[in-house]
């Protein structure tokens, strides 16, 4: 991999650090859960490890227990996924071209697009490939270990520390938020980004936050094409 | 596991990366063609930012909703926003989001 160096990786592994206050909670849930549903921990790992998708993973070990046909498991668990095909295409051009996206993109979690999305553009060119790597592998790499504990010690952990897992997961709004905030350039964007993050929030607390992100995204789009504003009063 | 179960967990994992997958690498071949397709299409250069505005949204629900939690989600991302507006970087604003957060439900908490 001549495009890595270890200091671009360990980059990318340092400013991942953030993302962790949110998998490491999730992926314990996921683990308890798991075990709970009747897979052994191992297998947990191994669903963590291959399928990699936070939502659906939780879909997947729900339906599974509850004697859901395979077929009808595995065409949700990729519909959850679907809208993971807007996030390729938007790092492509900051990224260079190599055989290693076949297995690498496999870390390209929500959150990974977020942070990437945003660093990916500051970084110089000769970093970016070395960054994801650190970023993505972290990420992965704690979903796993995280699953693990979650399946054999989850419950006397969180019956522990009850309240860390209320506080660590508060760094993904927070690192979304120094994310989002840059983008608020002039009152369309504004108007789209807000209608986003409202109806994020609206689905979400209405149960449906399976489909929140592609459908609120898709608030957001609807909201940016159709309310314009004239040259001169589009300055926030 | 079965080994149906475990044909159903490739398949997904085999699905779910070919979503990631081939969408990036398509991109990358239009980008480097010669035939003139060579810039991302405006939809989908909209749909990045707003796909990360809506993880926001779904993130910002609290892991046990209530007056105390949604009080410091709040209090929370005016101190993030605050420092971020100050220092313009990540690791910090966070750090002080997440430390505030945590000091105003452990505080209402231990008062409660």
């Known amino acids: 991999m001549s495009h890595v160096s ?12 953030p993302l962790l206050g949110g998998y490491i909670p999730v992926s314990l849930s996921f683990g308890l859960v798991a075990t709970q549903a009747g897979f052994t921990t191992w297998e ?53 071209p190599s055989r290693h996206w076949l297995w690498l993109m496999h870390g390209l979690t929500d959150q990974v697009f977020a942070l990437a999305h945003t660093r990916l553009p500051q970084l110089r060119e000769a970093e970016r490939f070395g960054w994801f790597l650190g ?12 699953t693990v504990v979650g399946a054999t010690g989850g419950e006397a952990l969180t019956a522990r520390w009850p309240l860390l897992g209320e506080i660590m997961p508060f760094a993904l709004p927070a690192l979304f938020l120094t994310m989002v905030a840059p983008r608020f350039t002039d009152k369309r964007w504004a108007l789209a980004l807000g209608c986003t993050i409202a109806s994020a929030l609206f689905f979400t607390l ?31 | 596991m079965s080994t149906a179960l475990w044909l159903a967990v490739i398949a997904s994992a085999l699905g779910t990366l070919l979503i990631r997958v081939v969408p990036f690498l398509w991109m990358q071949r239009r980008l480097g063609s010669d035939t003139g397709l060579n810039s991302i299409p405006q939809w989908i250069s909209i749909l990045g930012p707003l796909m ?55 505080g209402v908490t231990l008062a409660g």
Request: glycine share 10%.
């Open chain 1, 6 to 17: 270890a200091r671009s990786a360990l980059k990318g592994v340092r400013e991942a650090i």
């Open chain 2, 52 to 106: 990360i505005a809506a993880v926001l949204g779904v993130s910002l629900v609290p892991v046990n909703p209530g007056a105390v939690s949604w009080g410091a989600t709040a209090i929370g991302l005016l101190v993030t926003l605050l420092v971020w507006q100050r220092v313009r970087s990540m690791g910090l604003p966070v750090a002080a989001g997440v430390a505030v957060f945590g000091l105003v439900l452990v």
């Open chain 1, 135 to 146: 970023a993505a592998l972290l990420a992965w790499v704690v979903w796993i270990a995280g």
């Open chain 1, 44 to 96: 947990a790992a191994a669903i963590s490890l291959l399928i990699y998708a936070g939502a659906s993973q939780f879909l997947f070990v729900g339906m599974v227990a509850a004697g859901s046909p395979l077929w009808l498991v595995i065409a949700l668990t990729l519909l959850i996924n679907i809208r993971h095909v807007v996030y390729g295409p938007n790092l492509a051009a900051w990224l260079p």
């Open chain 1, 206 to 236: 209405y149960g449906w936050s399976n489909v929140a992100i592609p459908l609120a995204a898709a608030c957001g789009a609807i909201c940016f094409y159709m309310v314009k504003f004239h040259p001169g009063k589009n300055v926030l």
